[in-house]
């Protein structure tokens, strides 16, 4: 893309932006939704049976979201207890 363009001022350079940024975001949209258009249409499985694969990985992908998660957290409560801690004997 050519960037060689000479603006007048930088309002008329900041409109020119926002407009290339808007057709740019209404393109992305238009893209997507014919893509999710044809996904639907030529989809090898009935709807019913994809949303419950869907369904089905999403708890799963949450499951182990939960089960990777744990352990960070316990950590991390008991170094914030250990800090509280460590704090509250300072100001004493």
């Known amino acids: 893309m ?3 363009r000479i603006y007048y001022s ?15 975001l209404v393109f ?4 997507l939704g ?3 258009t044809l ?3 030529f989809a090898p499985m009935s709807g019913k049976k994809t949303r419950d694969d869907l369904t089905k990985t999403v708890e799963e992908g ?3 979201g939960r ?3 744990e ?12 800090l509280r801690k460590s704090i509250e004997d300072r100001l004493k």
């Open 2 to 4: 050519n960037n060689d």
């Open 10 to 24: 930088r309002d008329a350079e900041m409109h020119a932006m926002r407009n290339r940024s808007v057709l740019t």
């Open 28 to 31: 992305l949209t238009f893209g």
């Open 34 to 36: 014919i893509g999710a």
């Open 39 to 41: 996904a639907l249409l």
């Open 62 to 64: 949450l499951s182990n």
């Open 67 to 69: 089960d990777a998660l």
């Open 71 to 82: 352990p960070v957290v316990k950590r991390l409560e008991e170094e914030f207890a250990d």
